[in-house]
């Protein structure tokens, strides 16, 4: 069973501070993804990491496969209101084609 | 369609009864998965379609739980039997199928409530 750990689960700090959100296996993956899920609305894709070791940027957010792809990690800098949401983490084996998730960290960036 | 549609948007039932959920997903995309949302909570994998082959059923939680995927396209989640932990969003998502590392596109989810 694939499991995927992330944390913490809820997260409050205020604007302009940096945060680290994490997500740990004991599973290898071929690939990892992080989607950020707003009230009402189903999850969407903000980015995929294939290679391990790999970092990927998105404006402020900072996203790091680990070198035995099995942990990833998602750090926001400078945080602004805007990036209030639940993040998942979801990772998929070269064996099972399903995408699995975590349970989600629910960030609240406060103004 | 533009995107991945669910119906109801809404659904209330009476503990007991038998209930559907619809997808129609993005015309040409050949995987198809469901997930249940509790509150607040990440996505449970439920089942995965993914074109002819036989579906990956390993996280329907019980035997009241059942998916059919006709023709490749629509898909309706069956729970029978309707009990109060049934109650979250589920959620649809699909994806073209044709590589490990795809995006997964979501719709925006079926609330049920079980009274």
């Known amino acids: 069973t694939q499991l995927l750990e992330q944390s913490p689960q809820f997260l409050s700090i205020q604007e302009g501070e940096n945060l680290t959100v994490y997500c740990n296996s004991s599973s290898v993956f071929s690939s990892l993804q992080w989607y950020r899920q707003e009230p009402g609305e189903g999850p969407v894709l903000l980015v995929t990491?294939?290679?391990?070791?790999e970092v990927k940027k998105l404006k402020r957010l900072t996203f790091q496969f680990g070198d035995a792809r099995k942990d990833s990690s998602l750090h926001i800098t400078a945080a602004q209101p805007g990036d209030t949401g639940l993040y998942l983490c979801a990772g998929r084996s070269r064996r099972a084609q399903k995408l699995v998730f975590g349970q989600g960290t629910r960030l609240t960036i406060n103004p | 369609g533009a995107g991945v549609s669910q119906s109801p948007s809404n659904k209330v039932t009476e503990k007991g009864k038998d209930v559907e959920l619809r997808c129609d997903p993005i015309?040409?995309?050949?995987?198809l998965y469901w997930y249940r949302q509790s509150l607040g909570q990440g996505l449970e994998f439920l089942i995965y379609?993914?074109?002819?082959?036989?579906?990956?059923k390993s996280g329907l939680p019980s035997d009241r739980f059942s998916a059919e995927r006709t023709g490749g396209s629509v898909s309706t989640l069956t729970i029978q039997r309707t009990q109060q932990e049934d109650s979250a969003v589920y959620l649809c998502?699909?994806?073209?199928?044709?590589?490990?590392?795809?995006?997964?596109?979501f719709g925006s989810g079926t609330q049920l409530s079980v009274l």
């Open positions: 990491v294939v290679t391990g070791g």
């Open positions: 015309s040409g995309h050949t995987a």
């Open positions: 998502a699909s994806s073209p199928g044709r590589m490990s590392n795809e995006k997964l596109f």
């Open positions: 379609f993914q074109g002819n082959s036989a579906p990956d």
